[in-house]
């Protein structure tokens, strides 16, 4: 059975990149955004997003500098806690058009809404250096962050 099934996947799999894409997750877990954020986030980011000193950078007021850096769209994707979250590509879409705006800073008032394809793109493209990826994008930020992970 396994034999037979193999051939079959690959098949599938050939198709998908040939199609140039991933093909979203659309499924949906019935919970409203804040609810996936409550299970799945908070325990680390708190339900302000404030974080934990010294571990869990604040995301308040801070998540829409990462949309005035190139690569920081990508980035709020990519970082573990979201890419690794058990969240369907639409629920991780949905988490963060709601979470962005709700952190506030200026960049979010004109944030474009992840579409779920967008995330299923970016998810696809594992980041091997969070760290390191992280702190290169804040060196470009205009203004020195106020929070960091060390
Ligand atoms: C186990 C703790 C933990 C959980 C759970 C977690 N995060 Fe995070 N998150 C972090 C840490 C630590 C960082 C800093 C980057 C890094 O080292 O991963 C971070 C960074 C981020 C960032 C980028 C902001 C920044 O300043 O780096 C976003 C966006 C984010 N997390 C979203 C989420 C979302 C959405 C969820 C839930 C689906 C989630 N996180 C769950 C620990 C967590």
């Known amino acids: ?5 193999l051939p079959v996947l690959l098949c599938v799999a050939a198709v998908a990149a040939h199609a140039g894409g991933v093909a979203p997750n659309l499924s949906r877990n019935g919970r409203s955004a804040h609810v996936n954020y409550m ?13 934990q000193k010294g571990s869990v950078p604040s995301m ?5 500098r990462f949309l005035t850096v190139e690569g920081g769209r990508e980035f709020l994707v990519q ?4 890419a690794n979250s058990k ?11 709601w979470l962005i705006p709700k952190m ?15 995330i ?14 992280r702190a290169a994008l804040v ?8 929070s960091s992970v060390n």
């Open 104 to 118: 506030g800073g200026t960049a979010a008032d004109g944030f474009q809404p992840y579409t779920p394809e967008e």
């Open 1 to 5: 059975m396994r034999l037979v099934a």
């Open 79 to 82: 970082v573990p806690g979201s």
């Open 39 to 51: 299970t799945e986030c908070q325990g680390c980011h708190l339900p302000d997003g404030s974080g």
């Open 139 to 146: 060196a470009k930020f205009d203004q020195p962050e106020t």
């Open 60 to 64: 308040k007021a801070e998540l829409h």
């Open 120 to 133: 299923a793109t970016y998810r696809s493209q594992r980041l091997v250096d969070v760290t390191g990826t």
């Open 87 to 97: 969240l369907s590509d639409a629920d991780l879409a949905a988490l963060l058009n």
